[in-house]
C-alpha cells in the first residue's frame, strides 16, 4: 500500500520560502502523477502543481507559476515543492497526492493522500 509523508511546513514571513517533501514509502507505477494541493480553513481543497514521474513533466497552477516549483527525486522516493516569494494567501494546509493514472488538477482523481503539513505565512 502506498503510504505518502509530507514535511517541511512551518510559519514563514512574507516573501520567505520553503522547500516541502513528500516520501513515497511503496513501489509506484512509473506513470504515476504526483500532486500538491492546499486547503486553506473553510475552502475546497486546490491544485498546486503535479509532476508525472516518468517524463518529469510539471504543471503548475497559474496562482504559483514563477514562485513555486515541483521536482522529484527516484533515488529518493520524494516529491518536492519549493516555494519561493511566500504570500499571506498562500497560508494553508499541503497535501501531497498520488495518481496511478491521469492526474490533473481534481483532487478526486487522486487515490494516495498524505496528513498534509501547515503552511503558514505572515505578513
Known amino acids: 500500500q502506498v503510504q505518502l509523508a509530507e514535511s517541511g511546513g512551518g510559519l514563514v514571513q512574507a516573501g520567505g520560502s520553503l522547500r516541502l517533501s513528500c516520501v513515497v514509502s511503496?513501489?509506484?507505477?512509473?506513470?504515476?502523477?504526483m500532486g500538491w494541493f492546499r486547503q486553506a480553513p473553510g475552502k475546497e481543497r486546490d491544485f498546486v502543481a503535479s509532476i508525472r514521474w516518468r517524463t518529469n513533466t510539471t504543471t503548475l497552477a497559474d496562482s504559483v507559476k514563477g514562485r513555486f516549483t515541483i521536482s522529484r527525486d527516484s533515488a529518493q522516493m520524494t516529491v518536492y515543492l519549493q516555494m519561493n516569494s511566500l504570500k499571506p494567501e498562500d497560508t494553508a494546509v499541503y497535501y501531497c497526492?498520488?495518481?496511478?493514472?491521469?492526474?490533473?488538477?481534481?483532487?478526486?482523481?487522486?487515490?494516495?493522500w498524505g496528513q498534509g503539513t501547515q503552511v503558514t505565512v505572515s505578513s
Open positions: 511503496a513501489r509506484i507505477d512509473s506513470n504515476v502523477v
Open positions: 497526492a498520488g495518481d496511478p493514472f491521469r492526474g490533473g488538477p481534481d483532487p478526486t482523481e487522486y487515490d494516495y
